[in-house]
């Protein structure tokens, strides 16, 4: 099969001839239709997570059910079944204290997808049965590609954030992931603010469902977001340090700041922000492969999109250089 490849730490993928790979134990092989790409696979690239080398990336998996390893249910795993795979690669205990409080994320035997084994940026690739979100009936293989990371990330660390429906909620940033919170959050019942640098941008937030627009860039924001109302909330989707106190100084009472994605150094906050109106910061991981499954449903009824460019496996290396300037969001039709 036909295959992007990590030879060695840093190096760019390469196009190879590899065998198909053979599903073990409680493993399904899957026929890979497309698979996005996300910043995330980088660390791929450079073995932040202790990766070994040759490495196949790819942690945003859409593919079907083609062959079930040992000891798979082919009453529930059914051969042709529209599956998607992201970050989180299954094979969860089961038995940990994280495991039995429901956080399969957080066990210590849990894979990563395109990490620790290869990952979708090839014909067929095999994972644990565990890691397999079921896709609903009809979803387009490029376009649903996204949800499985950057999807997932935006719906469920909000959906835990217990935030009241209709509540004023804030989104910083336009990007791979703002562009999903914006429709998300709005098509979920809040009152969305997007958030972000210019004034271009603002025609199409409102067309993803952003009720107010605020350049973050001018002078004077802060008074701006606190006039439309009480924010409840802030996903902050592209992060500097320098955002996080002034995004604190523009919430709520109550209002959460949730981190979702990393910042490329330490920040500052005044604790008398914090304590001073009841407010937080929040960290949250992404989720498993139920929660992907839940936010696959939610998408599919409610019409959340994922704008994307498509590129052949061929072209892989060319669309993780430019995924910096995505809009919005890379995916390889592999199929
Ligand atoms: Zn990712
Ligand atoms: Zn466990």
Redesign the pocket.
Known sequence: MKAAIFKQKGGDLEIVEVPVPEPKQGWVRIKVHSCGV?H?DNACKYGNFGNSFPRIPG??VFGEIEKLGEGVDPNYFKIGQLVGVG?FGGNHCGKCRECLNDQWIFCKETLICGIHYDGGYAEYMVAPSDSLAFVPEGMNAEETAPLL?AGITVFNSFRNQNIKVGSLVGVQGLGGLGHLAIQFCKKMGYEVIAMSSGDQKEKLAKELGAAHYVNISKDGWIDQMKAIGSVQCILLTAPSSSIVQSSLDALGVNGKLVLLALLPEPFNANSLTLIGGNKSIVGWASGDSRDTEQTLNFANKNQVKAMIKTFPLENVNEALLKIADARFRHVVKVL
């Open positions: 996300c995330s942690h945003e970050w990371c």
